[in-house]
Protein backbone atom coordinates (compact mmCIF):
# COMPACT_ATOMS: atom_id res chain seq x y z
CA UNK A 1 0.00 0.00 0.00
CA UNK A 2 1.30 3.37 -1.22
CA UNK A 3 -0.78 6.37 0.36
CA UNK A 4 -1.20 9.91 -1.67
CA UNK A 5 2.95 10.81 -2.65
CA UNK A 6 4.19 7.85 -0.22
CA UNK A 7 2.62 9.56 2.84
CA UNK A 8 0.92 7.68 5.64
CA UNK A 9 -2.96 7.06 5.95
CA UNK A 10 -4.43 8.58 8.58
CA UNK A 11 -8.19 8.02 9.95
CA UNK A 12 -9.74 10.50 12.80
CA UNK A 13 -12.62 9.34 14.63
CA UNK A 14 -14.01 12.73 15.71
CA UNK A 15 -17.00 14.40 17.19
CA UNK A 16 -16.98 17.83 16.30
CA UNK A 17 -16.47 19.82 18.74
CA UNK A 18 -14.48 23.00 18.73
CA UNK A 19 -10.77 21.63 19.90
CA UNK A 20 -11.63 19.02 17.30
CA UNK A 21 -11.93 21.30 14.69
CA UNK A 22 -8.39 22.72 15.75
CA UNK A 23 -6.77 19.38 15.29
CA UNK A 24 -8.59 18.42 12.11
CA UNK A 25 -6.62 21.76 10.85
CA UNK A 26 -3.49 20.42 12.12
CA UNK A 27 -3.99 17.03 10.33
CA UNK A 28 -5.15 18.77 7.09
CA UNK A 29 -1.70 20.35 7.39
CA UNK A 30 0.46 18.02 8.29
CA UNK A 31 3.06 16.90 5.53
CA UNK A 32 3.72 13.28 6.45
CA UNK A 33 0.13 12.61 6.54
CA UNK A 34 -2.82 11.83 3.87
CA UNK A 35 -6.75 11.85 6.00
CA UNK A 36 -8.23 9.13 4.05
CA UNK A 37 -11.08 9.14 6.08
CA UNK A 38 -13.16 11.33 9.25
CA UNK A 39 -15.25 8.61 11.18
CA UNK A 40 -17.59 10.41 13.62
CA UNK A 41 -19.38 9.90 16.71
CA UNK A 42 -21.79 11.36 19.19
CA UNK A 43 -20.29 12.97 21.93
CA UNK A 44 -19.36 16.88 22.48
CA UNK A 45 -23.09 17.00 20.90
CA UNK A 46 -25.48 14.70 18.63
CA UNK A 47 -24.31 13.06 16.15
CA UNK A 48 -26.52 15.05 13.76
CA UNK A 49 -24.32 18.20 14.70
CA UNK A 50 -20.99 16.22 14.38
CA UNK A 51 -21.47 15.16 11.09
CA UNK A 52 -22.27 18.42 9.84
CA UNK A 53 -19.75 20.11 11.55
CA UNK A 54 -16.92 17.37 10.19
CA UNK A 55 -18.17 18.32 6.61
CA UNK A 56 -18.56 22.18 6.99
CA UNK A 57 -14.96 21.93 8.31
CA UNK A 58 -13.63 19.99 5.65
CA UNK A 59 -15.59 22.15 3.11
CA UNK A 60 -13.85 25.56 4.92
CA UNK A 61 -10.37 24.10 4.56
CA UNK A 62 -10.85 22.91 1.23
CA UNK A 63 -10.66 19.13 1.77
CA UNK A 64 -12.88 16.29 -0.23
CA UNK A 65 -12.28 13.76 2.56
CA UNK A 66 -14.86 11.12 3.22
CA UNK A 67 -16.96 11.64 6.08
CA UNK A 68 -18.68 8.33 7.93
CA UNK A 69 -21.46 8.80 10.46
CA UNK A 70 -21.14 6.42 12.63
CA UNK A 71 -22.68 5.71 16.33
CA UNK A 72 -25.48 8.03 17.91
CA UNK A 73 -25.11 6.68 21.41
CA UNK A 74 -23.11 4.65 23.56
CA UNK A 75 -23.16 1.30 23.37
CA UNK A 76 -24.81 0.85 26.80
CA UNK A 77 -25.45 4.06 28.86
CA UNK A 78 -27.04 7.39 28.02
CA UNK A 79 -24.75 9.76 28.70
CA UNK A 80 -24.77 14.25 28.85
CA UNK A 81 -22.82 15.86 25.98
CA UNK A 82 -21.08 18.79 26.37
CA UNK A 83 -23.25 21.20 24.50
CA UNK A 84 -22.70 24.01 27.36
CA UNK A 85 -18.70 23.67 26.39
CA UNK A 86 -19.33 23.69 23.06
CA UNK A 87 -22.86 25.05 22.04
CA UNK A 88 -25.68 23.51 21.20
CA UNK A 89 -24.38 22.34 17.57
CA UNK A 90 -20.84 21.78 18.64
CA UNK A 91 -19.59 24.75 16.64
CA UNK A 92 -20.85 27.98 18.70
CA UNK A 93 -24.43 28.13 17.48
CA UNK A 94 -22.86 30.85 15.17
CA UNK A 95 -25.49 29.40 12.29
CA UNK A 96 -23.38 28.41 9.74
CA UNK A 97 -24.45 27.98 6.54
CA UNK A 98 -24.71 23.57 6.41
CA UNK A 99 -21.97 22.18 3.82
CA UNK A 100 -23.05 21.09 0.07
CA UNK A 101 -21.51 17.87 0.74
CA UNK A 102 -23.25 15.08 2.21
CA UNK A 103 -22.03 12.34 4.38
CA UNK A 104 -20.95 8.85 2.73
CA UNK A 105 -23.52 5.97 3.16
CA UNK A 106 -21.19 3.60 4.70
CA UNK A 107 -20.88 3.06 8.36
CA UNK A 108 -17.93 4.54 10.02
CA UNK A 109 -17.37 1.18 12.29
CA UNK A 110 -17.22 -0.58 8.60
CA UNK A 111 -14.65 2.09 7.04
CA UNK A 112 -12.13 1.77 9.89
CA UNK A 113 -12.40 -2.04 9.06
CA UNK A 114 -12.17 -1.50 5.12
CA UNK A 115 -9.55 1.15 5.16
CA UNK A 116 -7.44 -1.00 7.97
CA UNK A 117 -7.39 -3.65 5.25
CA UNK A 118 -6.65 -1.28 2.30
CA UNK A 119 -4.19 0.24 4.02
CA UNK A 120 -3.21 -2.69 6.47
CA UNK A 121 0.12 -2.47 8.33
CA UNK A 122 0.41 1.55 7.79
CA UNK A 123 -2.94 3.06 8.88
CA UNK A 124 -2.63 5.53 11.38
CA UNK A 125 -5.76 5.99 14.03
CA UNK A 126 -6.34 9.13 15.95
CA UNK A 127 -9.33 9.17 18.26
CA UNK A 128 -11.00 12.29 19.36
CA UNK A 129 -14.05 11.74 20.53
CA UNK A 130 -15.50 8.81 22.68
CA UNK A 131 -14.62 5.40 21.40
CA UNK A 132 -17.51 3.78 20.83
CA UNK A 133 -17.08 3.29 16.61
CA UNK A 134 -14.12 1.77 16.99
CA UNK A 135 -15.49 -0.72 19.81
CA UNK A 136 -18.22 -1.71 17.58
CA UNK A 137 -15.55 -1.84 14.88
CA UNK A 138 -13.39 -4.32 17.18
CA UNK A 139 -16.55 -6.45 18.00
CA UNK A 140 -17.22 -7.14 13.75
CA UNK A 141 -13.49 -7.66 13.37
CA UNK A 142 -11.31 -8.96 16.27
CA UNK A 143 -7.91 -9.33 13.99
CA UNK A 144 -8.17 -5.30 13.83
CA UNK A 145 -5.48 -3.84 16.10
CA UNK A 146 -2.67 -5.97 14.20
CA UNK A 147 -3.80 -4.09 10.96
CA UNK A 148 -3.19 -0.67 12.92
CA UNK A 149 0.07 0.84 12.21
CA UNK A 150 -0.45 3.66 15.01
CA UNK A 151 -3.05 4.22 17.33
CA UNK A 152 -3.70 7.63 19.13
CA UNK A 153 -5.96 8.32 21.98
CA UNK A 154 -7.29 11.93 23.41
CA UNK A 155 -8.84 10.59 26.49
CA UNK A 156 -8.48 9.79 30.37
CA UNK A 157 -6.93 10.97 33.45
CA UNK A 158 -4.10 9.01 34.36
CA UNK A 159 -3.68 10.02 37.95
CA UNK A 160 -7.91 10.40 38.36
CA UNK A 161 -8.24 13.87 37.96
CA UNK A 162 -11.28 14.15 35.81
CA UNK A 163 -12.60 16.97 33.78
CA UNK A 164 -16.76 15.24 34.26
CA UNK A 165 -16.70 13.72 37.08
CA UNK A 166 -13.78 14.35 39.73
CA UNK A 167 -12.12 10.82 38.33
CA UNK A 168 -13.00 10.26 34.43
CA UNK A 169 -12.47 12.39 31.47
CA UNK A 170 -15.27 13.20 28.92
CA UNK A 171 -14.51 10.65 25.98
CA UNK A 172 -13.62 7.63 28.54
CA UNK A 173 -16.60 8.71 30.99
CA UNK A 174 -19.46 9.19 27.72
CA UNK A 175 -18.72 5.68 26.81
CA UNK A 176 -16.56 3.45 29.26
CA UNK A 177 -17.79 0.14 27.79
CA UNK A 178 -16.46 0.94 24.43
CA UNK A 179 -12.58 2.32 26.13
CA UNK A 180 -12.82 -0.76 28.03
CA UNK A 181 -12.94 -3.11 25.01
CA UNK A 182 -10.51 -0.77 22.46
CA UNK A 183 -8.02 -0.97 25.76
CA UNK A 184 -8.43 -4.78 26.11
CA UNK A 185 -8.28 -5.73 22.78
CA UNK A 186 -4.96 -3.88 21.68
CA UNK A 187 -3.29 -5.23 24.57
CA UNK A 188 -4.61 -8.60 23.70
CA UNK A 189 -3.28 -8.07 20.31
CA UNK A 190 -0.19 -7.08 21.87
CA UNK A 191 -0.47 -3.47 20.94
CA UNK A 192 0.54 -0.02 22.26
CA UNK A 193 -2.31 2.48 22.30
CA UNK A 194 -0.55 6.14 22.69
CA UNK A 195 -2.81 8.23 24.93
CA UNK A 196 -3.00 12.01 25.30
CA UNK A 197 -4.69 12.50 28.49
CA UNK A 198 -6.38 15.28 29.96
CA UNK A 199 -4.05 15.89 32.93
CA UNK A 200 -1.48 16.45 29.96
CA UNK A 201 -3.99 18.61 28.20
CA UNK A 202 -3.73 20.74 31.84
CA UNK A 203 -0.08 21.31 31.85
CA UNK A 204 -0.20 22.69 27.65
CA UNK A 205 -2.82 25.42 28.01
CA UNK A 206 -2.43 28.54 26.02
CA UNK A 207 -2.74 32.12 27.26
CA UNK A 208 -5.93 33.21 26.34
CA UNK A 209 -4.56 36.84 25.03
CA UNK A 210 -1.98 34.44 22.74
CA UNK A 211 -4.78 33.16 21.24
CA UNK A 212 -6.91 35.69 20.59
CA UNK A 213 -4.03 37.64 18.79
CA UNK A 214 -4.18 34.39 16.53
CA UNK A 215 -7.63 34.65 15.68
CA UNK A 216 -7.11 38.14 14.45
CA UNK A 217 -5.37 36.74 11.38
CA UNK A 218 -7.23 37.24 8.01
CA UNK A 219 -7.04 34.10 6.51
CA UNK A 220 -10.62 32.16 6.54
CA UNK A 221 -9.00 29.50 8.59
CA UNK A 222 -8.62 31.63 11.35
CA UNK A 223 -12.13 33.67 10.78
CA UNK A 224 -13.71 30.59 11.13
CA UNK A 225 -12.15 29.37 13.85
CA UNK A 226 -12.54 32.69 15.66
CA UNK A 227 -16.47 32.58 15.13
CA UNK A 228 -16.61 28.93 16.56
CA UNK A 229 -14.59 28.96 19.33
CA UNK A 230 -15.84 32.46 20.68
CA UNK A 231 -18.45 30.72 23.09
CA UNK A 232 -15.93 27.97 24.64
CA UNK A 233 -13.08 30.31 25.17
CA UNK A 234 -15.39 32.63 27.15
CA UNK A 235 -16.55 29.86 29.15
CA UNK A 236 -13.56 28.42 29.77
CA UNK A 237 -12.00 32.00 30.71
CA UNK A 238 -14.86 32.02 32.99
CA UNK A 239 -13.75 28.99 34.93
CA UNK A 240 -9.67 27.95 34.29
CA UNK A 241 -8.05 31.01 34.16
CA UNK A 242 -5.47 32.92 31.88
CA UNK A 243 -4.87 29.57 29.67
CA UNK A 244 -6.65 28.15 27.24
CA UNK A 245 -6.93 24.61 26.54
CA UNK A 246 -7.32 22.38 22.95
CA UNK A 247 -7.57 18.90 24.31
CA UNK A 248 -7.56 17.45 20.55
CA UNK A 249 -5.01 19.41 19.08
CA UNK A 250 -2.73 18.04 22.06
CA UNK A 251 -3.11 14.50 21.04
CA UNK A 252 -3.02 15.96 17.07
CA UNK A 253 0.45 17.32 17.48
CA UNK A 254 1.26 13.78 18.99
CA UNK A 255 0.35 12.07 15.70
CA UNK A 256 1.60 14.66 13.41
CA UNK A 257 4.97 16.13 15.02
CA UNK A 258 5.89 13.13 17.72
CA UNK A 259 9.60 14.07 17.65
CA UNK A 260 8.50 17.28 20.01
CA UNK A 261 6.80 14.78 22.84
CA UNK A 262 9.33 15.43 25.74
CA UNK A 263 8.60 12.99 27.91
CA UNK A 264 6.27 9.73 27.28
CA UNK A 265 5.51 6.85 30.37
CA UNK A 266 4.55 3.18 29.37
CA UNK A 267 2.30 1.36 31.88
CA UNK A 268 -0.63 -0.76 31.98
CA UNK A 269 -3.71 0.79 32.14
CA UNK A 270 -7.41 0.09 32.42
CA UNK A 271 -10.74 1.10 32.34
CA UNK A 272 -12.98 0.87 35.39
CA UNK A 273 -16.75 0.27 34.58
CA UNK A 274 -18.59 -0.53 37.91
CA UNK A 275 -17.05 1.57 40.66
CA UNK A 276 -19.59 4.29 42.00
CA UNK A 277 -17.09 7.40 42.46
CA UNK A 278 -14.62 6.19 39.25
CA UNK A 279 -16.99 4.68 36.42
CA UNK A 280 -15.03 6.09 33.31
CA UNK A 281 -11.79 6.29 35.26
CA UNK A 282 -8.42 5.36 33.20
CA UNK A 283 -6.70 3.17 36.49
CA UNK A 284 -3.07 3.14 35.45
CA UNK A 285 -0.32 1.04 37.20
CA UNK A 286 2.05 3.20 37.96
CA UNK A 287 3.74 0.52 40.08
CA UNK A 288 3.18 -2.34 37.76
CA UNK A 289 1.66 -4.51 40.67
CA UNK A 290 -0.66 -6.05 38.22
CA UNK A 291 2.03 -7.92 36.27
CA UNK A 292 0.08 -6.78 33.36
CA UNK A 293 2.63 -5.09 30.01
CA UNK A 294 2.83 -1.94 29.26
CA UNK A 295 0.74 -1.80 26.56
CA UNK A 296 -0.45 2.57 26.91
CA UNK A 297 2.04 5.03 26.28
CA UNK A 298 1.53 8.18 28.01
CA UNK A 299 2.32 11.59 26.91
CA UNK A 300 3.44 13.50 29.72
CA UNK A 301 5.43 16.77 28.33
CA UNK A 302 5.29 17.84 24.94
CA UNK A 303 7.55 21.08 24.07
CA UNK A 304 4.78 24.06 24.30
CA UNK A 305 6.36 26.37 21.74
CA UNK A 306 6.34 23.63 18.82
CA UNK A 307 2.70 22.99 19.87
CA UNK A 308 1.92 26.43 19.94
CA UNK A 309 3.61 26.47 16.30
CA UNK A 310 1.36 23.61 15.04
CA UNK A 311 -1.77 25.67 16.05
CA UNK A 312 -0.77 29.00 14.27
CA UNK A 313 0.28 26.99 11.25
CA UNK A 314 -2.96 25.36 11.05
CA UNK A 315 -5.10 28.75 11.29
CA UNK A 316 -2.80 30.50 8.52
CA UNK A 317 -1.33 32.79 11.61
CA UNK A 318 2.00 32.80 10.27
Known sequence: DISAGGRTPLLIDTDPGVDDALALLMAFDAPQYDVVALTIAAGNVGLLHTVANALKLCEVAGMDIPVHAGCDAPLLHPAPDASYVHGRDGFGDIGYPPASRQAEAEHAALAIIRLSHVHAGRL???????????????????????????????GGAVTGQGNTTPTAEFNIGF?????????????????????????AVIRHGMLHADVERWLQAEHPRARFYDAISRKTRE????????????????????????????????????????????????????????????????????????FEGLIRRALRVE
Open 124 to 154: AVCMLGPLTNLAVALKLDHTLPQRIGRMVVM
Open 175 to 199: DPEAAHLVFEAFAAADRLVEVADWE
Open 235 to 306: WSAGLRGDRWHAADALAMALVVAPQHARRLERRPLRVELTGTETRGMTVVDWGRRSGRPDHAELLMDYDQAA
